[in-house]
């Protein structure tokens, strides 16, 4: 067999390369069908081919953690006590706060119109500068709320959201990105005011865990399902997507899904103990340096 | 194989005992060339054992070695101080104290200190208690001010105790002048002040407070200021440029030199590093520093205190020359607050210490302090972490030793076999390597 490119004549050259072409795409072919032929006869054999192909990707290659929480009784005591335990062990009904930072902009204003929307029992309360963030906590707190959000912006824009869970912390703040608001979104339908049911994706760290709680306690424990809407708060590679959708039952076994909106992304920068304090301590905080692989993840 | 034990604390109230071995060190043999080389050995899992039912009322808040290192001191949230016996943690005392709470603030415990009769502890509203272990009825209750952050009692010197807190400038208390002088303030209440300093002057022995009697306490009047068993009090740096009081905020301090107390270190909420020159007189500190941006959350001396190490709200970990009160480095690996540090020397022979920590990240890392920092263990505890001591270090044993060929050989040596001669020099001679020097070695690597 000649090697093809030390062929000097190039017409031989291509003519050659061509033939060897259309060879090893006949081949191909000849393998795909035959494997048909075989997996139509044999359906068993497809699944089993489909079951074993599977590509690597960054997730499921991802570096060991040793803090992935599976059956662990130590962790699930600590959880049973944690912050959260007053809406999880005694039933405590959310009630949040929504604000911005001070003197917001107008886009600040619709995504904060947006997130009233998607929580139930949600209020909206207007930032105004004479009050930190230390006042509003104690307000809140005397008032009832079980968690404050405060959505940042920059340039006029919304950049950054702020969890502050009540009364005893954690805070969380998140790199806020990707935001389409409803109307933005083709053919997304229109809300209604029940409570939705919600689906967390992939939180499978201790940190994760954490986190994936904090977003349990922002929404009522009973959803009305005949309201057909859920929020899908989705893990994939340390962000964190949120969607909205109505499930459209088309018979009794198809299930199409409506988008409502909004969409947004988050990031988790920093976990603080306690509410909300500049010189507080951090449970957990993003640095640059911690982002030795593309395969290490923290959620 | 030799192994480190380490004592942790968390919010839970468990105490964990973390033994980290070291995997054992194999000498590279000489390797034939057709022979494959030896595949290095895994490095041991470390092993935590954990004592205590999982109760947040029971956090450990503190903890710390008696001074004898027989039994280990635990604080807890509740009130609660227990000695614990760390071979199997059964409690063999426990005392209770009433923290209460202050406002909305949870009143917590600053300071633990145990020696072989008893434990002082410190609450933050200032309350510092001594009591007898024999005698449990027997306890001495002093006030030191309120808002106190961290209390801390000399290591060798166990009468010696330093205090520091929010509005509270550092200050060096004497206890056997503090406990005997109720007595004498009994006896006649209103001149009690000035006859309790002339008895605590007294009653003070020579060790330490020598140096702030003498002559630079005349000079800077601090008799006056000086209260009831106080040897030493602080004075707030100058005022800025604007020529405003700086605020004083005291989060941690550590004494400096195990010998005396002339030298103490104190870290501040308002992120500086200040260095109080007791003997030299002067009140105000000898080194003051600002580092990095946010408050300092724990210090830990670094080796023949010339060196701290401190870290911060924002999960830095910095090394601090204390006599510049320069940074001197970092100590990378950390994505939660470090709580508590800790150094110990790992080997007695050994010159590079190791710096333990524990983290708000629920992980217990094991530095060295040489010049790279590196990080050594790294222990996830499921727990957030709160406090560690270092344990015994259990040396590598003599039987696994002997499995060494050099090791044995050399033993032979030692009893000075002497129809072995020749066959050790052989040994001798076939564990040395070929020396080249450089230059052979480029020039061969040219012709190549």
């Known amino acids: 067999m000649v090697e093809i490119n030390t062929i000097k004549n190039k017409l031989k050259r291509e003519e050659l390369y061509q033939k060897q072409k259309n060879a090893k795409a006949k081949a191909k072919r000849d393998r795909r069908t035959t494997l048909q032929k075989e997996e139509s006869s044999n359906p068993e ?18 570096e060991f953690d040793e803090t992935i929480v599976e059956e662990d009784a130590e962790v699930a005591a600590d959880e049973a006590t944690d912050e959260f335990s007053q809406y999880f062990q005694n039933g405590l009904t959310p009630k949040i706060l929504i604000t911005t930072s001070k003197g917001p902009s107008a886009s600040v204003y619709e995504f904060a119109t947006e997130l009233v929307d998607i929580f139930p029992n949600t209020h909206f309360v207007k930032r105004k500068a004479q009050f930190e963030m230390k006042h509003i906590i104690e307000f809140s707190k005397n008032r009832d709320f079980t968690d404050i959000m405060v959505i940042n912006e920059d340039r006029k824009e919304p950049n950054g959201l702020t ?25 997304h339908g229109r809300t209604s005011s029940h409570k939705p049911e919600l689906i967390l994706n992939n939180f499978n760290t201790r940190l994760g865990h954490t986190i994936g709680r904090m977003f349990t306690t922002l929404f009522p424990h009973v959803p009305e399902f005949q309201g057909r809407q859920v929020a899908t708060l989705h893990n994939q590679r340390d962000f964190i997507f949120f969607r909205r959708h109505r499930y459209v039952f088309k018979n009794a076994k198809r299930v199409n899904l409506q988008e409502l909106g909004p969409r947004f992304t988050l990031k988790l920068k920093w976990l603080q103990k306690g509410t909300f304090d500049r010189k507080g301590e951090h449970e957990w905080m993003f640095k640059p340096e911690m ?3 593309r395969r290490r993840f923290f959620l | 194989m030799s192994s480190q034990r380490f004592y942790t604390g968390d919010e839970q109230g468990l105490v964990k005992v973390v033994t980290i071995t070291e995997p054992v060190v194999v000498k590279p043999k000489r390797v034939r060339r057709n022979q494959p080389t030896p595949e290095a050995l895994p490095n041991p899992v470390p092993t935590v054992e954990t004592w205590g039912i999982p109760d947040r009322e029971k956090a450990i808040q503190l903890l710390c070695w008696d001074s004898e290192k027989k039994h280990l001191a635990v604080a807890r949230k509740n009130g609660l101080v227990q000695l614990l016996d760390p071979k199997d943690g059964t409690v063999t005392t426990e005392f209770k104290h009433t923290l209460g709470k202050e406002g909305k603030i949870d009143t917590v415990f600053v300071g633990l200190f145990a020696s072989s009769e008893s434990v002082i502890t410190c609450t933050s509203t200032g309350r510092l208690v001594v009591q007898s272990i024999a005698d449990h009825s027997k306890t001495t209750v002093l006030e030191v001010g309120k808002d106190i952050c961290r209390m801390r009692v000399h290591p060798r010197e166990h009468h010696i105790v330093a205090t520091g807190g929010k509005e509270q400038e550092l200050t060096l208390w004497d206890l056997k002048a503090l406990i005997k002088d109720p007595a004498a303030e009994e006896e006649t209440p209103e001149p009690a002040t000035k006859k309790g300093k002339k008895n605590s002057k007294k009653a003070a022995p020579a060790p330490t407070p020598a140096p702030a009697k003498g002559e630079p306490e005349v000079r800077y009047k601090s008799k006056d200021i000086l209260a009831n068993g106080q040897i030493f009090k602080a004075k707030n740096v100058k005022n800025d440029y604007l020529d405003l009081r700086v605020p004083v905020w005291n989060t941690d301090l550590q004494f400096l030199n195990q010998y005396d107390t002339s030298r103490i270190a104190v870290g501040t909420r308002h992120h500086q590093i200040r260095v109080y020159d007791v003997k030299s007189g002067a009140r105000r500190p000898a080194v003051d520093a600002e580092v990095g941006e946010m408050p300092v959350v724990a210090m830990a ?8 190490i401190f870290s911060d709200t924002v999960t830095n970990v910095y090394s601090v020359d204390t006599l510049t009160g320069a940074i001197i480095g970092q100590y990378k690996g950390f994505t939660g607050v470090a709580t508590a540090l800790a150094t110990f020397n790992p080997f007695e022979n050994d010159s590079a210490a190791h710096l333990v920590t524990v983290a708000m990240d629920r992980c217990l890392r094991v530095h060295e302090m040489t010049k790279t920092r590196k990080l050594l263990h ?11 001591v270092v344990g015994e270090y259990t040396p590598a044993e003599i039987a696994e030793d002997e499995e060494d060929g050099v090791v044995s050989s050399k033993k032979k040596r030692a009893e000075g076999g002497e129809g072995d001669d020749d066959e050790n020099d052989d040994d001798l001679w076939e564990s040395m390597g070929k020396l080249e020097d450089k230059k052979s070695k480029k020039r061969k690597l040219a012709k190549e």
């Open chain 1, 45 to 62: 054999k497809k699944e089993k081919r489909l079951a074993e192909n599977v590509p690597n990707t960054l997730e499921n290659t991802r």
């Open chain 1, 291 to 293: 982002e030795t692989s």
């Open chain 2, 378 to 388: 790294k222990v996830y505890l499921k727990q957030r972490m709160t406090a560690v």
């Open chain 2, 301 to 308: 001396n670094g080796k023949d205190g010339s060196e701290i």
């Open chain 1, 163 to 187: 969890l502050i869970h009540l009364p005893d912390g954690p805070t969380a703040h998140f790199k806020l990105s990707s935001i389409q608001l409803s109307k933005d979104i083709e053919g």
